[in-house]
């Protein structure tokens, strides 16, 4: 089955420590994206990508980093520059300009930071 | 800066009542997506609406576009529990990058 999975559901870090959570797709889609989430907030764009070595900052792109070395996984970290870490984090993909053009999203991860 | 605003954000209604949600959106726009989430999960796309008069269905759902006043509403008939959940609308600019940008959501409570 064709799908984005997260890993993992929840994490849980020390102040000061950074965390990579991982995003995997396998629906062949060429746009990733990583929103944030917090209550009352919607979801807030953190960083994107559209092709392999390239990515752009998103709104809230400040103490977060990313990579996009396969077409298939895109990988965010939260460094210890991130004031405020704790938060709900949802990947998504989608084929830009082709096709509804609307994103899908993989189950999130839940992460606490204390 | 594209602003997408949605109203109402909190939204309690009785079962068997109709309702509408509505997302205005600050400029122009190609796309509007209408998505779901429930409770601590993931997003689920309800809706793509496309071009302007565009209406789609499903169920008790029911979503519209007029890209002339930017506007998409999301008309809820006869609720039924089930429909408990936050409702996203996100309007696609129609630039090439395909981002995204998310209203802050509709928390719907239906009651009995």
């Known amino acids: 089955d064709g799908g984005i999975t997260q890993s993992p559901k929840y994490l849980f870090r020390k102040e000061g420590q950074n965390v990579t959570l991982s995003c995997e797709q396998n629906?062949?889609?060429?746009?990733m994206y990583w929103y944030r989430q917090d209550p009352g907030q919607g979801l807030r764009l953190i960083y994107y990508?559209?092709?392999?070595?390239?990515?752009q900052k998103g709104d809230i792109a400040e103490g977060y980093s990313v990579s996009r070395e396969k077409k298939e996984s895109f990988p965010l970290t939260v460094t210890s520059a991130q004031k405020n870490p704790t938060a709900f984090y949802l990947c998504?993909?989608?084929?830009?300009?082709?096709?509804?053009?609307?994103?899908?999203f993989g189950p999130g991860t839940r992460l606490t930071v204390t | 800066e594209l602003k997408v605003e949605q109203n109402p954000l909190f939204l309690s209604m009785q079962e068997g009542k109709n309702y509408t949600i509505y997302c205005n959106y600050s400029t122009t726009s190609d796309r509007l997506y209408w998505y779901r989430q429930d409770p601590g999960k993931s997003l689920e796309s309800l809706f793509v609406l496309l071009s302007n008069g565009a209406v789609k269905q499903e169920g008790r759902l029911m979503a519209s576009l007029d890209t002339k006043a930017r506007l998409s509403t999301l008309h809820i008939t006869a609720a039924v529990h089930d429909l408990s959940a936050t409702y996203f609308c996100a309007v696609d600019r129609g630039s090439t990058l395909g981002r995204l940008y998310f209203g802050r959501g509709t928390q719907l409570t239906v009651w009995p």
């Open positions: 990508s559209q092709i392999v070595n390239d990515f």
């Open positions: 629906l062949n889609h060429d746009a």
């Open positions: 998504a993909s989608s084929i830009p300009n082709r096709g509804l053009g609307e994103q899908y």
